[in-house]
Structures are given as C-alpha cells and as structure tokens.
C-alpha cells in the first residue's frame, strides 16, 4: 500500500508539472491522467501493507495505517479536484486553497513518522517515510501560493518543483514495494 501510493501520487504531481509547464496543452489532458491516478490512489487503500505489518515492540501498526491512509485519501481528493479542474474548468483557487490542507496534513504526517517510525521500523524506513512527507509538504505549500494567491511568477518554479519533488516521490516509492527499503 505505502510504495505503490507513493508511486500514485508522485504520477500526480508529475503529471501536473508538465501542465504547469505548458508540455500538456490542453486541460483535459491532464484532468484525464490525473483523475484515473487518483481513482487508483483510493483504490490502493484496499491493498494490504507492505512496510506497517513488521517492526518491534515499539511499533503501532494500526496508528501507522491510519496515519497513512489519511495521507492517501487527502491526496486522492487533490488528485480528484485537480481532474474536476482540467475537465469541467473549474476555478484554480480551490484547489490553492486544498493546498493549504494538503500542506498541514503531510506536515502532521512528517512530525508522526518522524517521531515514532524511527523506534518501530528501523532507519530506513523512518527516513524514507519522512522525507516523502516532508517533499509533500514542500510541494502542497508551493501548489498553495502559486493558486490560492495567484503569483503568476510562480509556474514555472511551481512546474520544476512538481517535476523534480515528485521524480523523488516516485524513486522512494519503488524503493519500497520493491522491498529495496525495509524493515530492520
């Protein structure tokens, strides 16, 4: 569930970043590739977990799989908006506005997974998990000020972001379904 939802949701970002790039012309595109990636990303909550089934003493399995599926769902519903927004051509500012939840809830993830993965799981898995999260949060807050305050200096920082933060996403996510990062 962990790498393959990573894998979604960097497809996502990257997959918006080539429209914030003008790579994609039209809208419906990306509303196209980016609402069949968020269906699939709520579709992956059903898939049983490859990382929080392990760990020690320490670990809390239950809290973790909450922890991450609320992650999930919160980018399936910014993966949903942006799709609604490239094929109905809804107003940009909500999904700014999303973004602003999108950034405190990958932030509260990042200090979750920082604190208690570490213990539990091994540093390996604490350290791929936080730095996920805290990309996310990275790119929510850009996602942010580029939509919700429309500073139209920011597409193309926001589009290089969204490429290169979610290419890392992608690469941490494939680490960890191909069980390349795991538990100690």
Known sequence: MEGLAFILIGGVLFSQSWHLLGLYSDGRTVGLFVGVLGLALLISLTVDPLVFVGGNVNANPVAEIGVMKILILAWAGYAIGVA???????????IGFYGAFLTAVSAISLVYFSVK?????????????????????GLAAIIFFYLAVPFAILRLVAGWFLLFGSSAVVAIGLAIATTLIEVD
């Not at 609604?84 to 909500?94: I, T």
């Not at 570490?118 to 999260?133: E, L, M, R, W």
């Open 84 to 94: 609604a927004h490239g094929l109905w051509d809804f107003d940009d500012r909500a």
């Open 117 to 137: 993965l570490y213990d539990a799981y091994g540093d390996g898995i604490g350290a791929a998990f936080s730095v996920v999260t805290l990309i996310l949060a």
